[in-house]
């Protein structure tokens, strides 16, 4: 008999006639060195002739067993060609179907989570985002807690925010750093004089961190440019406040919705945005709580 790959199973020896399919399975090898014919050690009676032959007819025509090539498996073993197709079920679900993915605060857009957002659509539900950073976030951009009160668009508004409880100026100034968030600061005089938009803010307004070195009263203005007056007062007491206005009342700046259009003289020069208001009470001009105001 040929050395083939076709037949790779050592017959029977002599001395193991009779033990059956379990013997001649044992000593199955697939060195074509070892092989030889079938038929110079299958003659003879066996006590089991179902057991004791192996079927070895048509020159091992089975595709199936000629196929089973590999040398140290089973010679029961069959390698089957079919190709095994990938149904998908070892690919990972995306967020759009797999409900313990969870993308909070970003959004499933298109089976993935996505990581930055450019306004408040782009976040879940209940969060904001911070359009500078690209960021969502449970907080209103500027504030370290809770959404924004005012100025509440922040991609017209990405650098000021009404933040925090309403309160006095004193609490505010002095609360400032627990109320804005990390990177921002109480808005200044400074910060107010940069905006030159004409879009008015929406929600609340924040007291402006000021206190004049003078204790002079200073003129407000119905125009940005400090002409004209339509009210005075002093920018640096903290007594109870009343319809004088003069030190030591306790008045300061703050910018809201109504105040943007106007102004108001300081030590410092013409400020826009701003007007004053009572921040303390107990005195017969009526005290007037806001939030603070946040800049970055």
Not at 137 to 145: A, D, S
Not at 166 to 194: K, M, P, R, Y
Request: glycine share 10%.
């Amino acid at each position: 008999m040929p050395c083939n790959r076709e037949s790779r199973v050592v017959p029977q020896s002599p001395s193991l006639r009779g033990w059956g399919a379990a013997a001649s399975a044992a000593f199955c090898v697939v060195s074509c060195t070892l092989l030889v014919p079938l038929d110079e050690y299958n003659r003879g009676d066996s006590k089991d002739a179902d057991a004791g032959k192996l079927d070895v007819a048509g020159d091992s025509k089975d595709s199936a067993s000629s196929d089973a090539k590999d040398s140290g498996s089973n010679p029961s073993d069959v390698v089957s060609d079919t190709p095994v197709v990938d149904d998908g079920g070892d690919t990972d679900a995306g967020c759009d179907v797999d409900p313990t993915i969870n993308c909070f605060p970003y959004v499933c857009v298109a089976g993935f989570c996505s990581s930055t957002c450019s306004k408040d659509a782009d976040c879940a539900p209940s969060t904001f985002c911070d359009p500078v950073l690209g960021k969502c976030q449970v907080n209103g951009p500027g504030c370290r807690l809770g959404p924004r009160r005012g100025f509440k668009d922040s991609g017209v508004w990405p650098n000021i925010a009404s933040c925090g409880d309403t309160v006095g100026f004193v609490e505010a100034f002095a609360n400032s750093a627990q109320t804005c968030d990390d990177g921002w600061h109480a808005c200044t005089i400074q910060d107010l004089n940069g905006y030159t938009t004409n879009t008015v803010p929406d929600g609340e307004g924040g007291w402006v961190k000021y206190d004049d070195p003078a204790t002079i009263t200073y003129v407000q203005s119905a125009n940005l440019a400090c002409s004209g007056q339509i009210a005075i007062s002093n920018l640096s007491g903290t007594s109870p406040c009343d319809d004088t206005a003069l030190y030591p009342t306790g008045f300061r700046l703050f910018v809201g919705p109504s105040t943007w259009f106007i102004s108001h003289q300081t030590a410092a020069g013409c400020i826009q945005h701003v007007a004053h208001d009572c921040g303390v009470g107990g005195g017969s001009y009526p005290f007037h709580p806001h939030p603070t105001l946040c800049c970055r």
